[in-house]
């Protein structure tokens, strides 16, 4: 699971982008191209993550975030809901 931060610095494996050379589409290559990245909630298969909490006797699904470190921050934490993938499955 990530942040949506997280996941614009991950590949995409459906994103391609035109090979300088050919012209030919690509999806991987070296450092990857801002346009070949995950798009987070912007994707249609994009999925929020949620957890189960017991609230007055009946389950109720709560998003689910995650405390990452501000970068230049010392003892600076930022608590961000996270998500995955749909296309990769459930989470785990």
């Not at 459906?14 to 290559?29: D, H, L, Y």
């Not at 949620?50 to 405390?67: A, F, N």
Request: proline content about 10%.
């Amino acid at each position: 699971m990530h942040t949506e931060k997280e996941a614009k610095e991950k590949w995409c494996p459906f994103a391609r982008a035109p090979n300088g050379e050919s012209g030919m589409p690509i999806n991987r290559q070296g450092d990857y191209p801002e346009h070949v990245c995950c798009v987070a909630s912007s994707c249609m298969a994009w999925r929020w993550s949620y957890e189960e909490q017991d609230v007055g006797g009946s389950l109720e699904r709560i998003p689910y975030y995650k405390s990452t470190p501000i970068k230049d921050s010392p003892g600076h934490f930022e608590n961000a809901p996270v998500g995955h993938c749909g296309l990769s499955g459930g989470t785990p």
